[in-house]
């Protein structure tokens, strides 16, 4: 893990999910970029990854033909999609899409899933989510503004790169159907599109609350509502 230096004069690689850690909570964002303190981790979701790798594959056979998707056809989403020599690295997790924003030194990055292409030639970002549920899908529960969040931030990255990008992305659910009689070795998914119109005007000024975060020496207070320090006071009440 690389740590933030202040007054370094090299640029800083701070990556779509520390952004969310630190709308999450400041304090473990500081603790985790400054201290090399990290929130406790959680295994790999393997199953969401082999979904996600999958999915991939099948939008890659009609990206090569220039096809759209009969689940796009279904949704009237009048896109294909987009096809870009780099798009292999876009989707890598440890690279990703880049932008140097200058305000701050900070190389803001984060990896696509997907991106398709409309009439307009805008981009479309487009996010595949897993799940299993017997409930609608929908984004209005509180966990998924982060999903906002994210897409949120690669439209940004996108459109300060150069590229002329919708407001409007996708997420594309695989739901998992419970409603089988056995297992037979094999998960049925049912897939679905949500639309979301993204406003990425917060991403500027909280770029700039982080690069003032990192150069103090103070660390910052926690967020009400974070698990992990609350868990922490709590048990210092104790011990």
């Not at 304090?27 to 999915?55: H, Q």
Request: overall charge positive; glycine content about 4%; hydrophobic content about 35%.
């Amino acid at each position: 893990m690389s740590l933030y230096i202040p007054k370094s004069k090299f640029p800083y690689r701070l990556s779509r999910s520390k952004i969310d850690l630190f709308l999450h909570c400041p304090k473990c964002f500081y603790l985790d970029r400054r201290m090399g303190i990290s929130r406790p981790g959680f295994p790999a979701f393997t199953l969401n990854s082999a979904v996600d790798y999958l999915l991939k594959k099948e939008f890659d056979i009609l990206r090569k033909k220039g096809m759209a998707h009969e689940l796009m056809k279904k949704y009237k989403i009048e896109a294909i999609p987009y096809y870009h020599k780099d798009l292999d690295i876009w989707r890598d997790n440890f690279k990703g899409k880049s932008y140097l924003h200058q305000g701050t030194n900070l190389i803001i990055f984060g990896a696509v899933d997907d991106l398709w292409v409309n009439k307009k030639e805008e981009l479309l970002i487009v996010d595949y989510k897993s799940t299993s549920t017997q409930n609608e899908i929908s984004l209005d529960d509180p966990y998924k503004k982060s999903y906002k969040k994210q897409m949120e931030v690669y439209q940004w990255i996108f459109r300060k790169s150069g590229f002329k990008v919708s407001d409007t992305g996708y997420f594309v659910f695989a739901n998992a159907s419970k409603n089988r009689p056995s297992f037979d070795r094999k998960l049925e998914f049912d897939l679905s599109i949500i639309s979301y119109n993204g406003d990425d005007s917060w991403v500027d000024p909280t770029i700039f609350d982080i690069k003032k975060c990192l150069d103090s020496d103070k660390l910052p207070s926690s967020s009400e509502t974070c698990e992990y320090c609350n868990y922490q006071k709590l048990g210092h009440k104790f011990y």
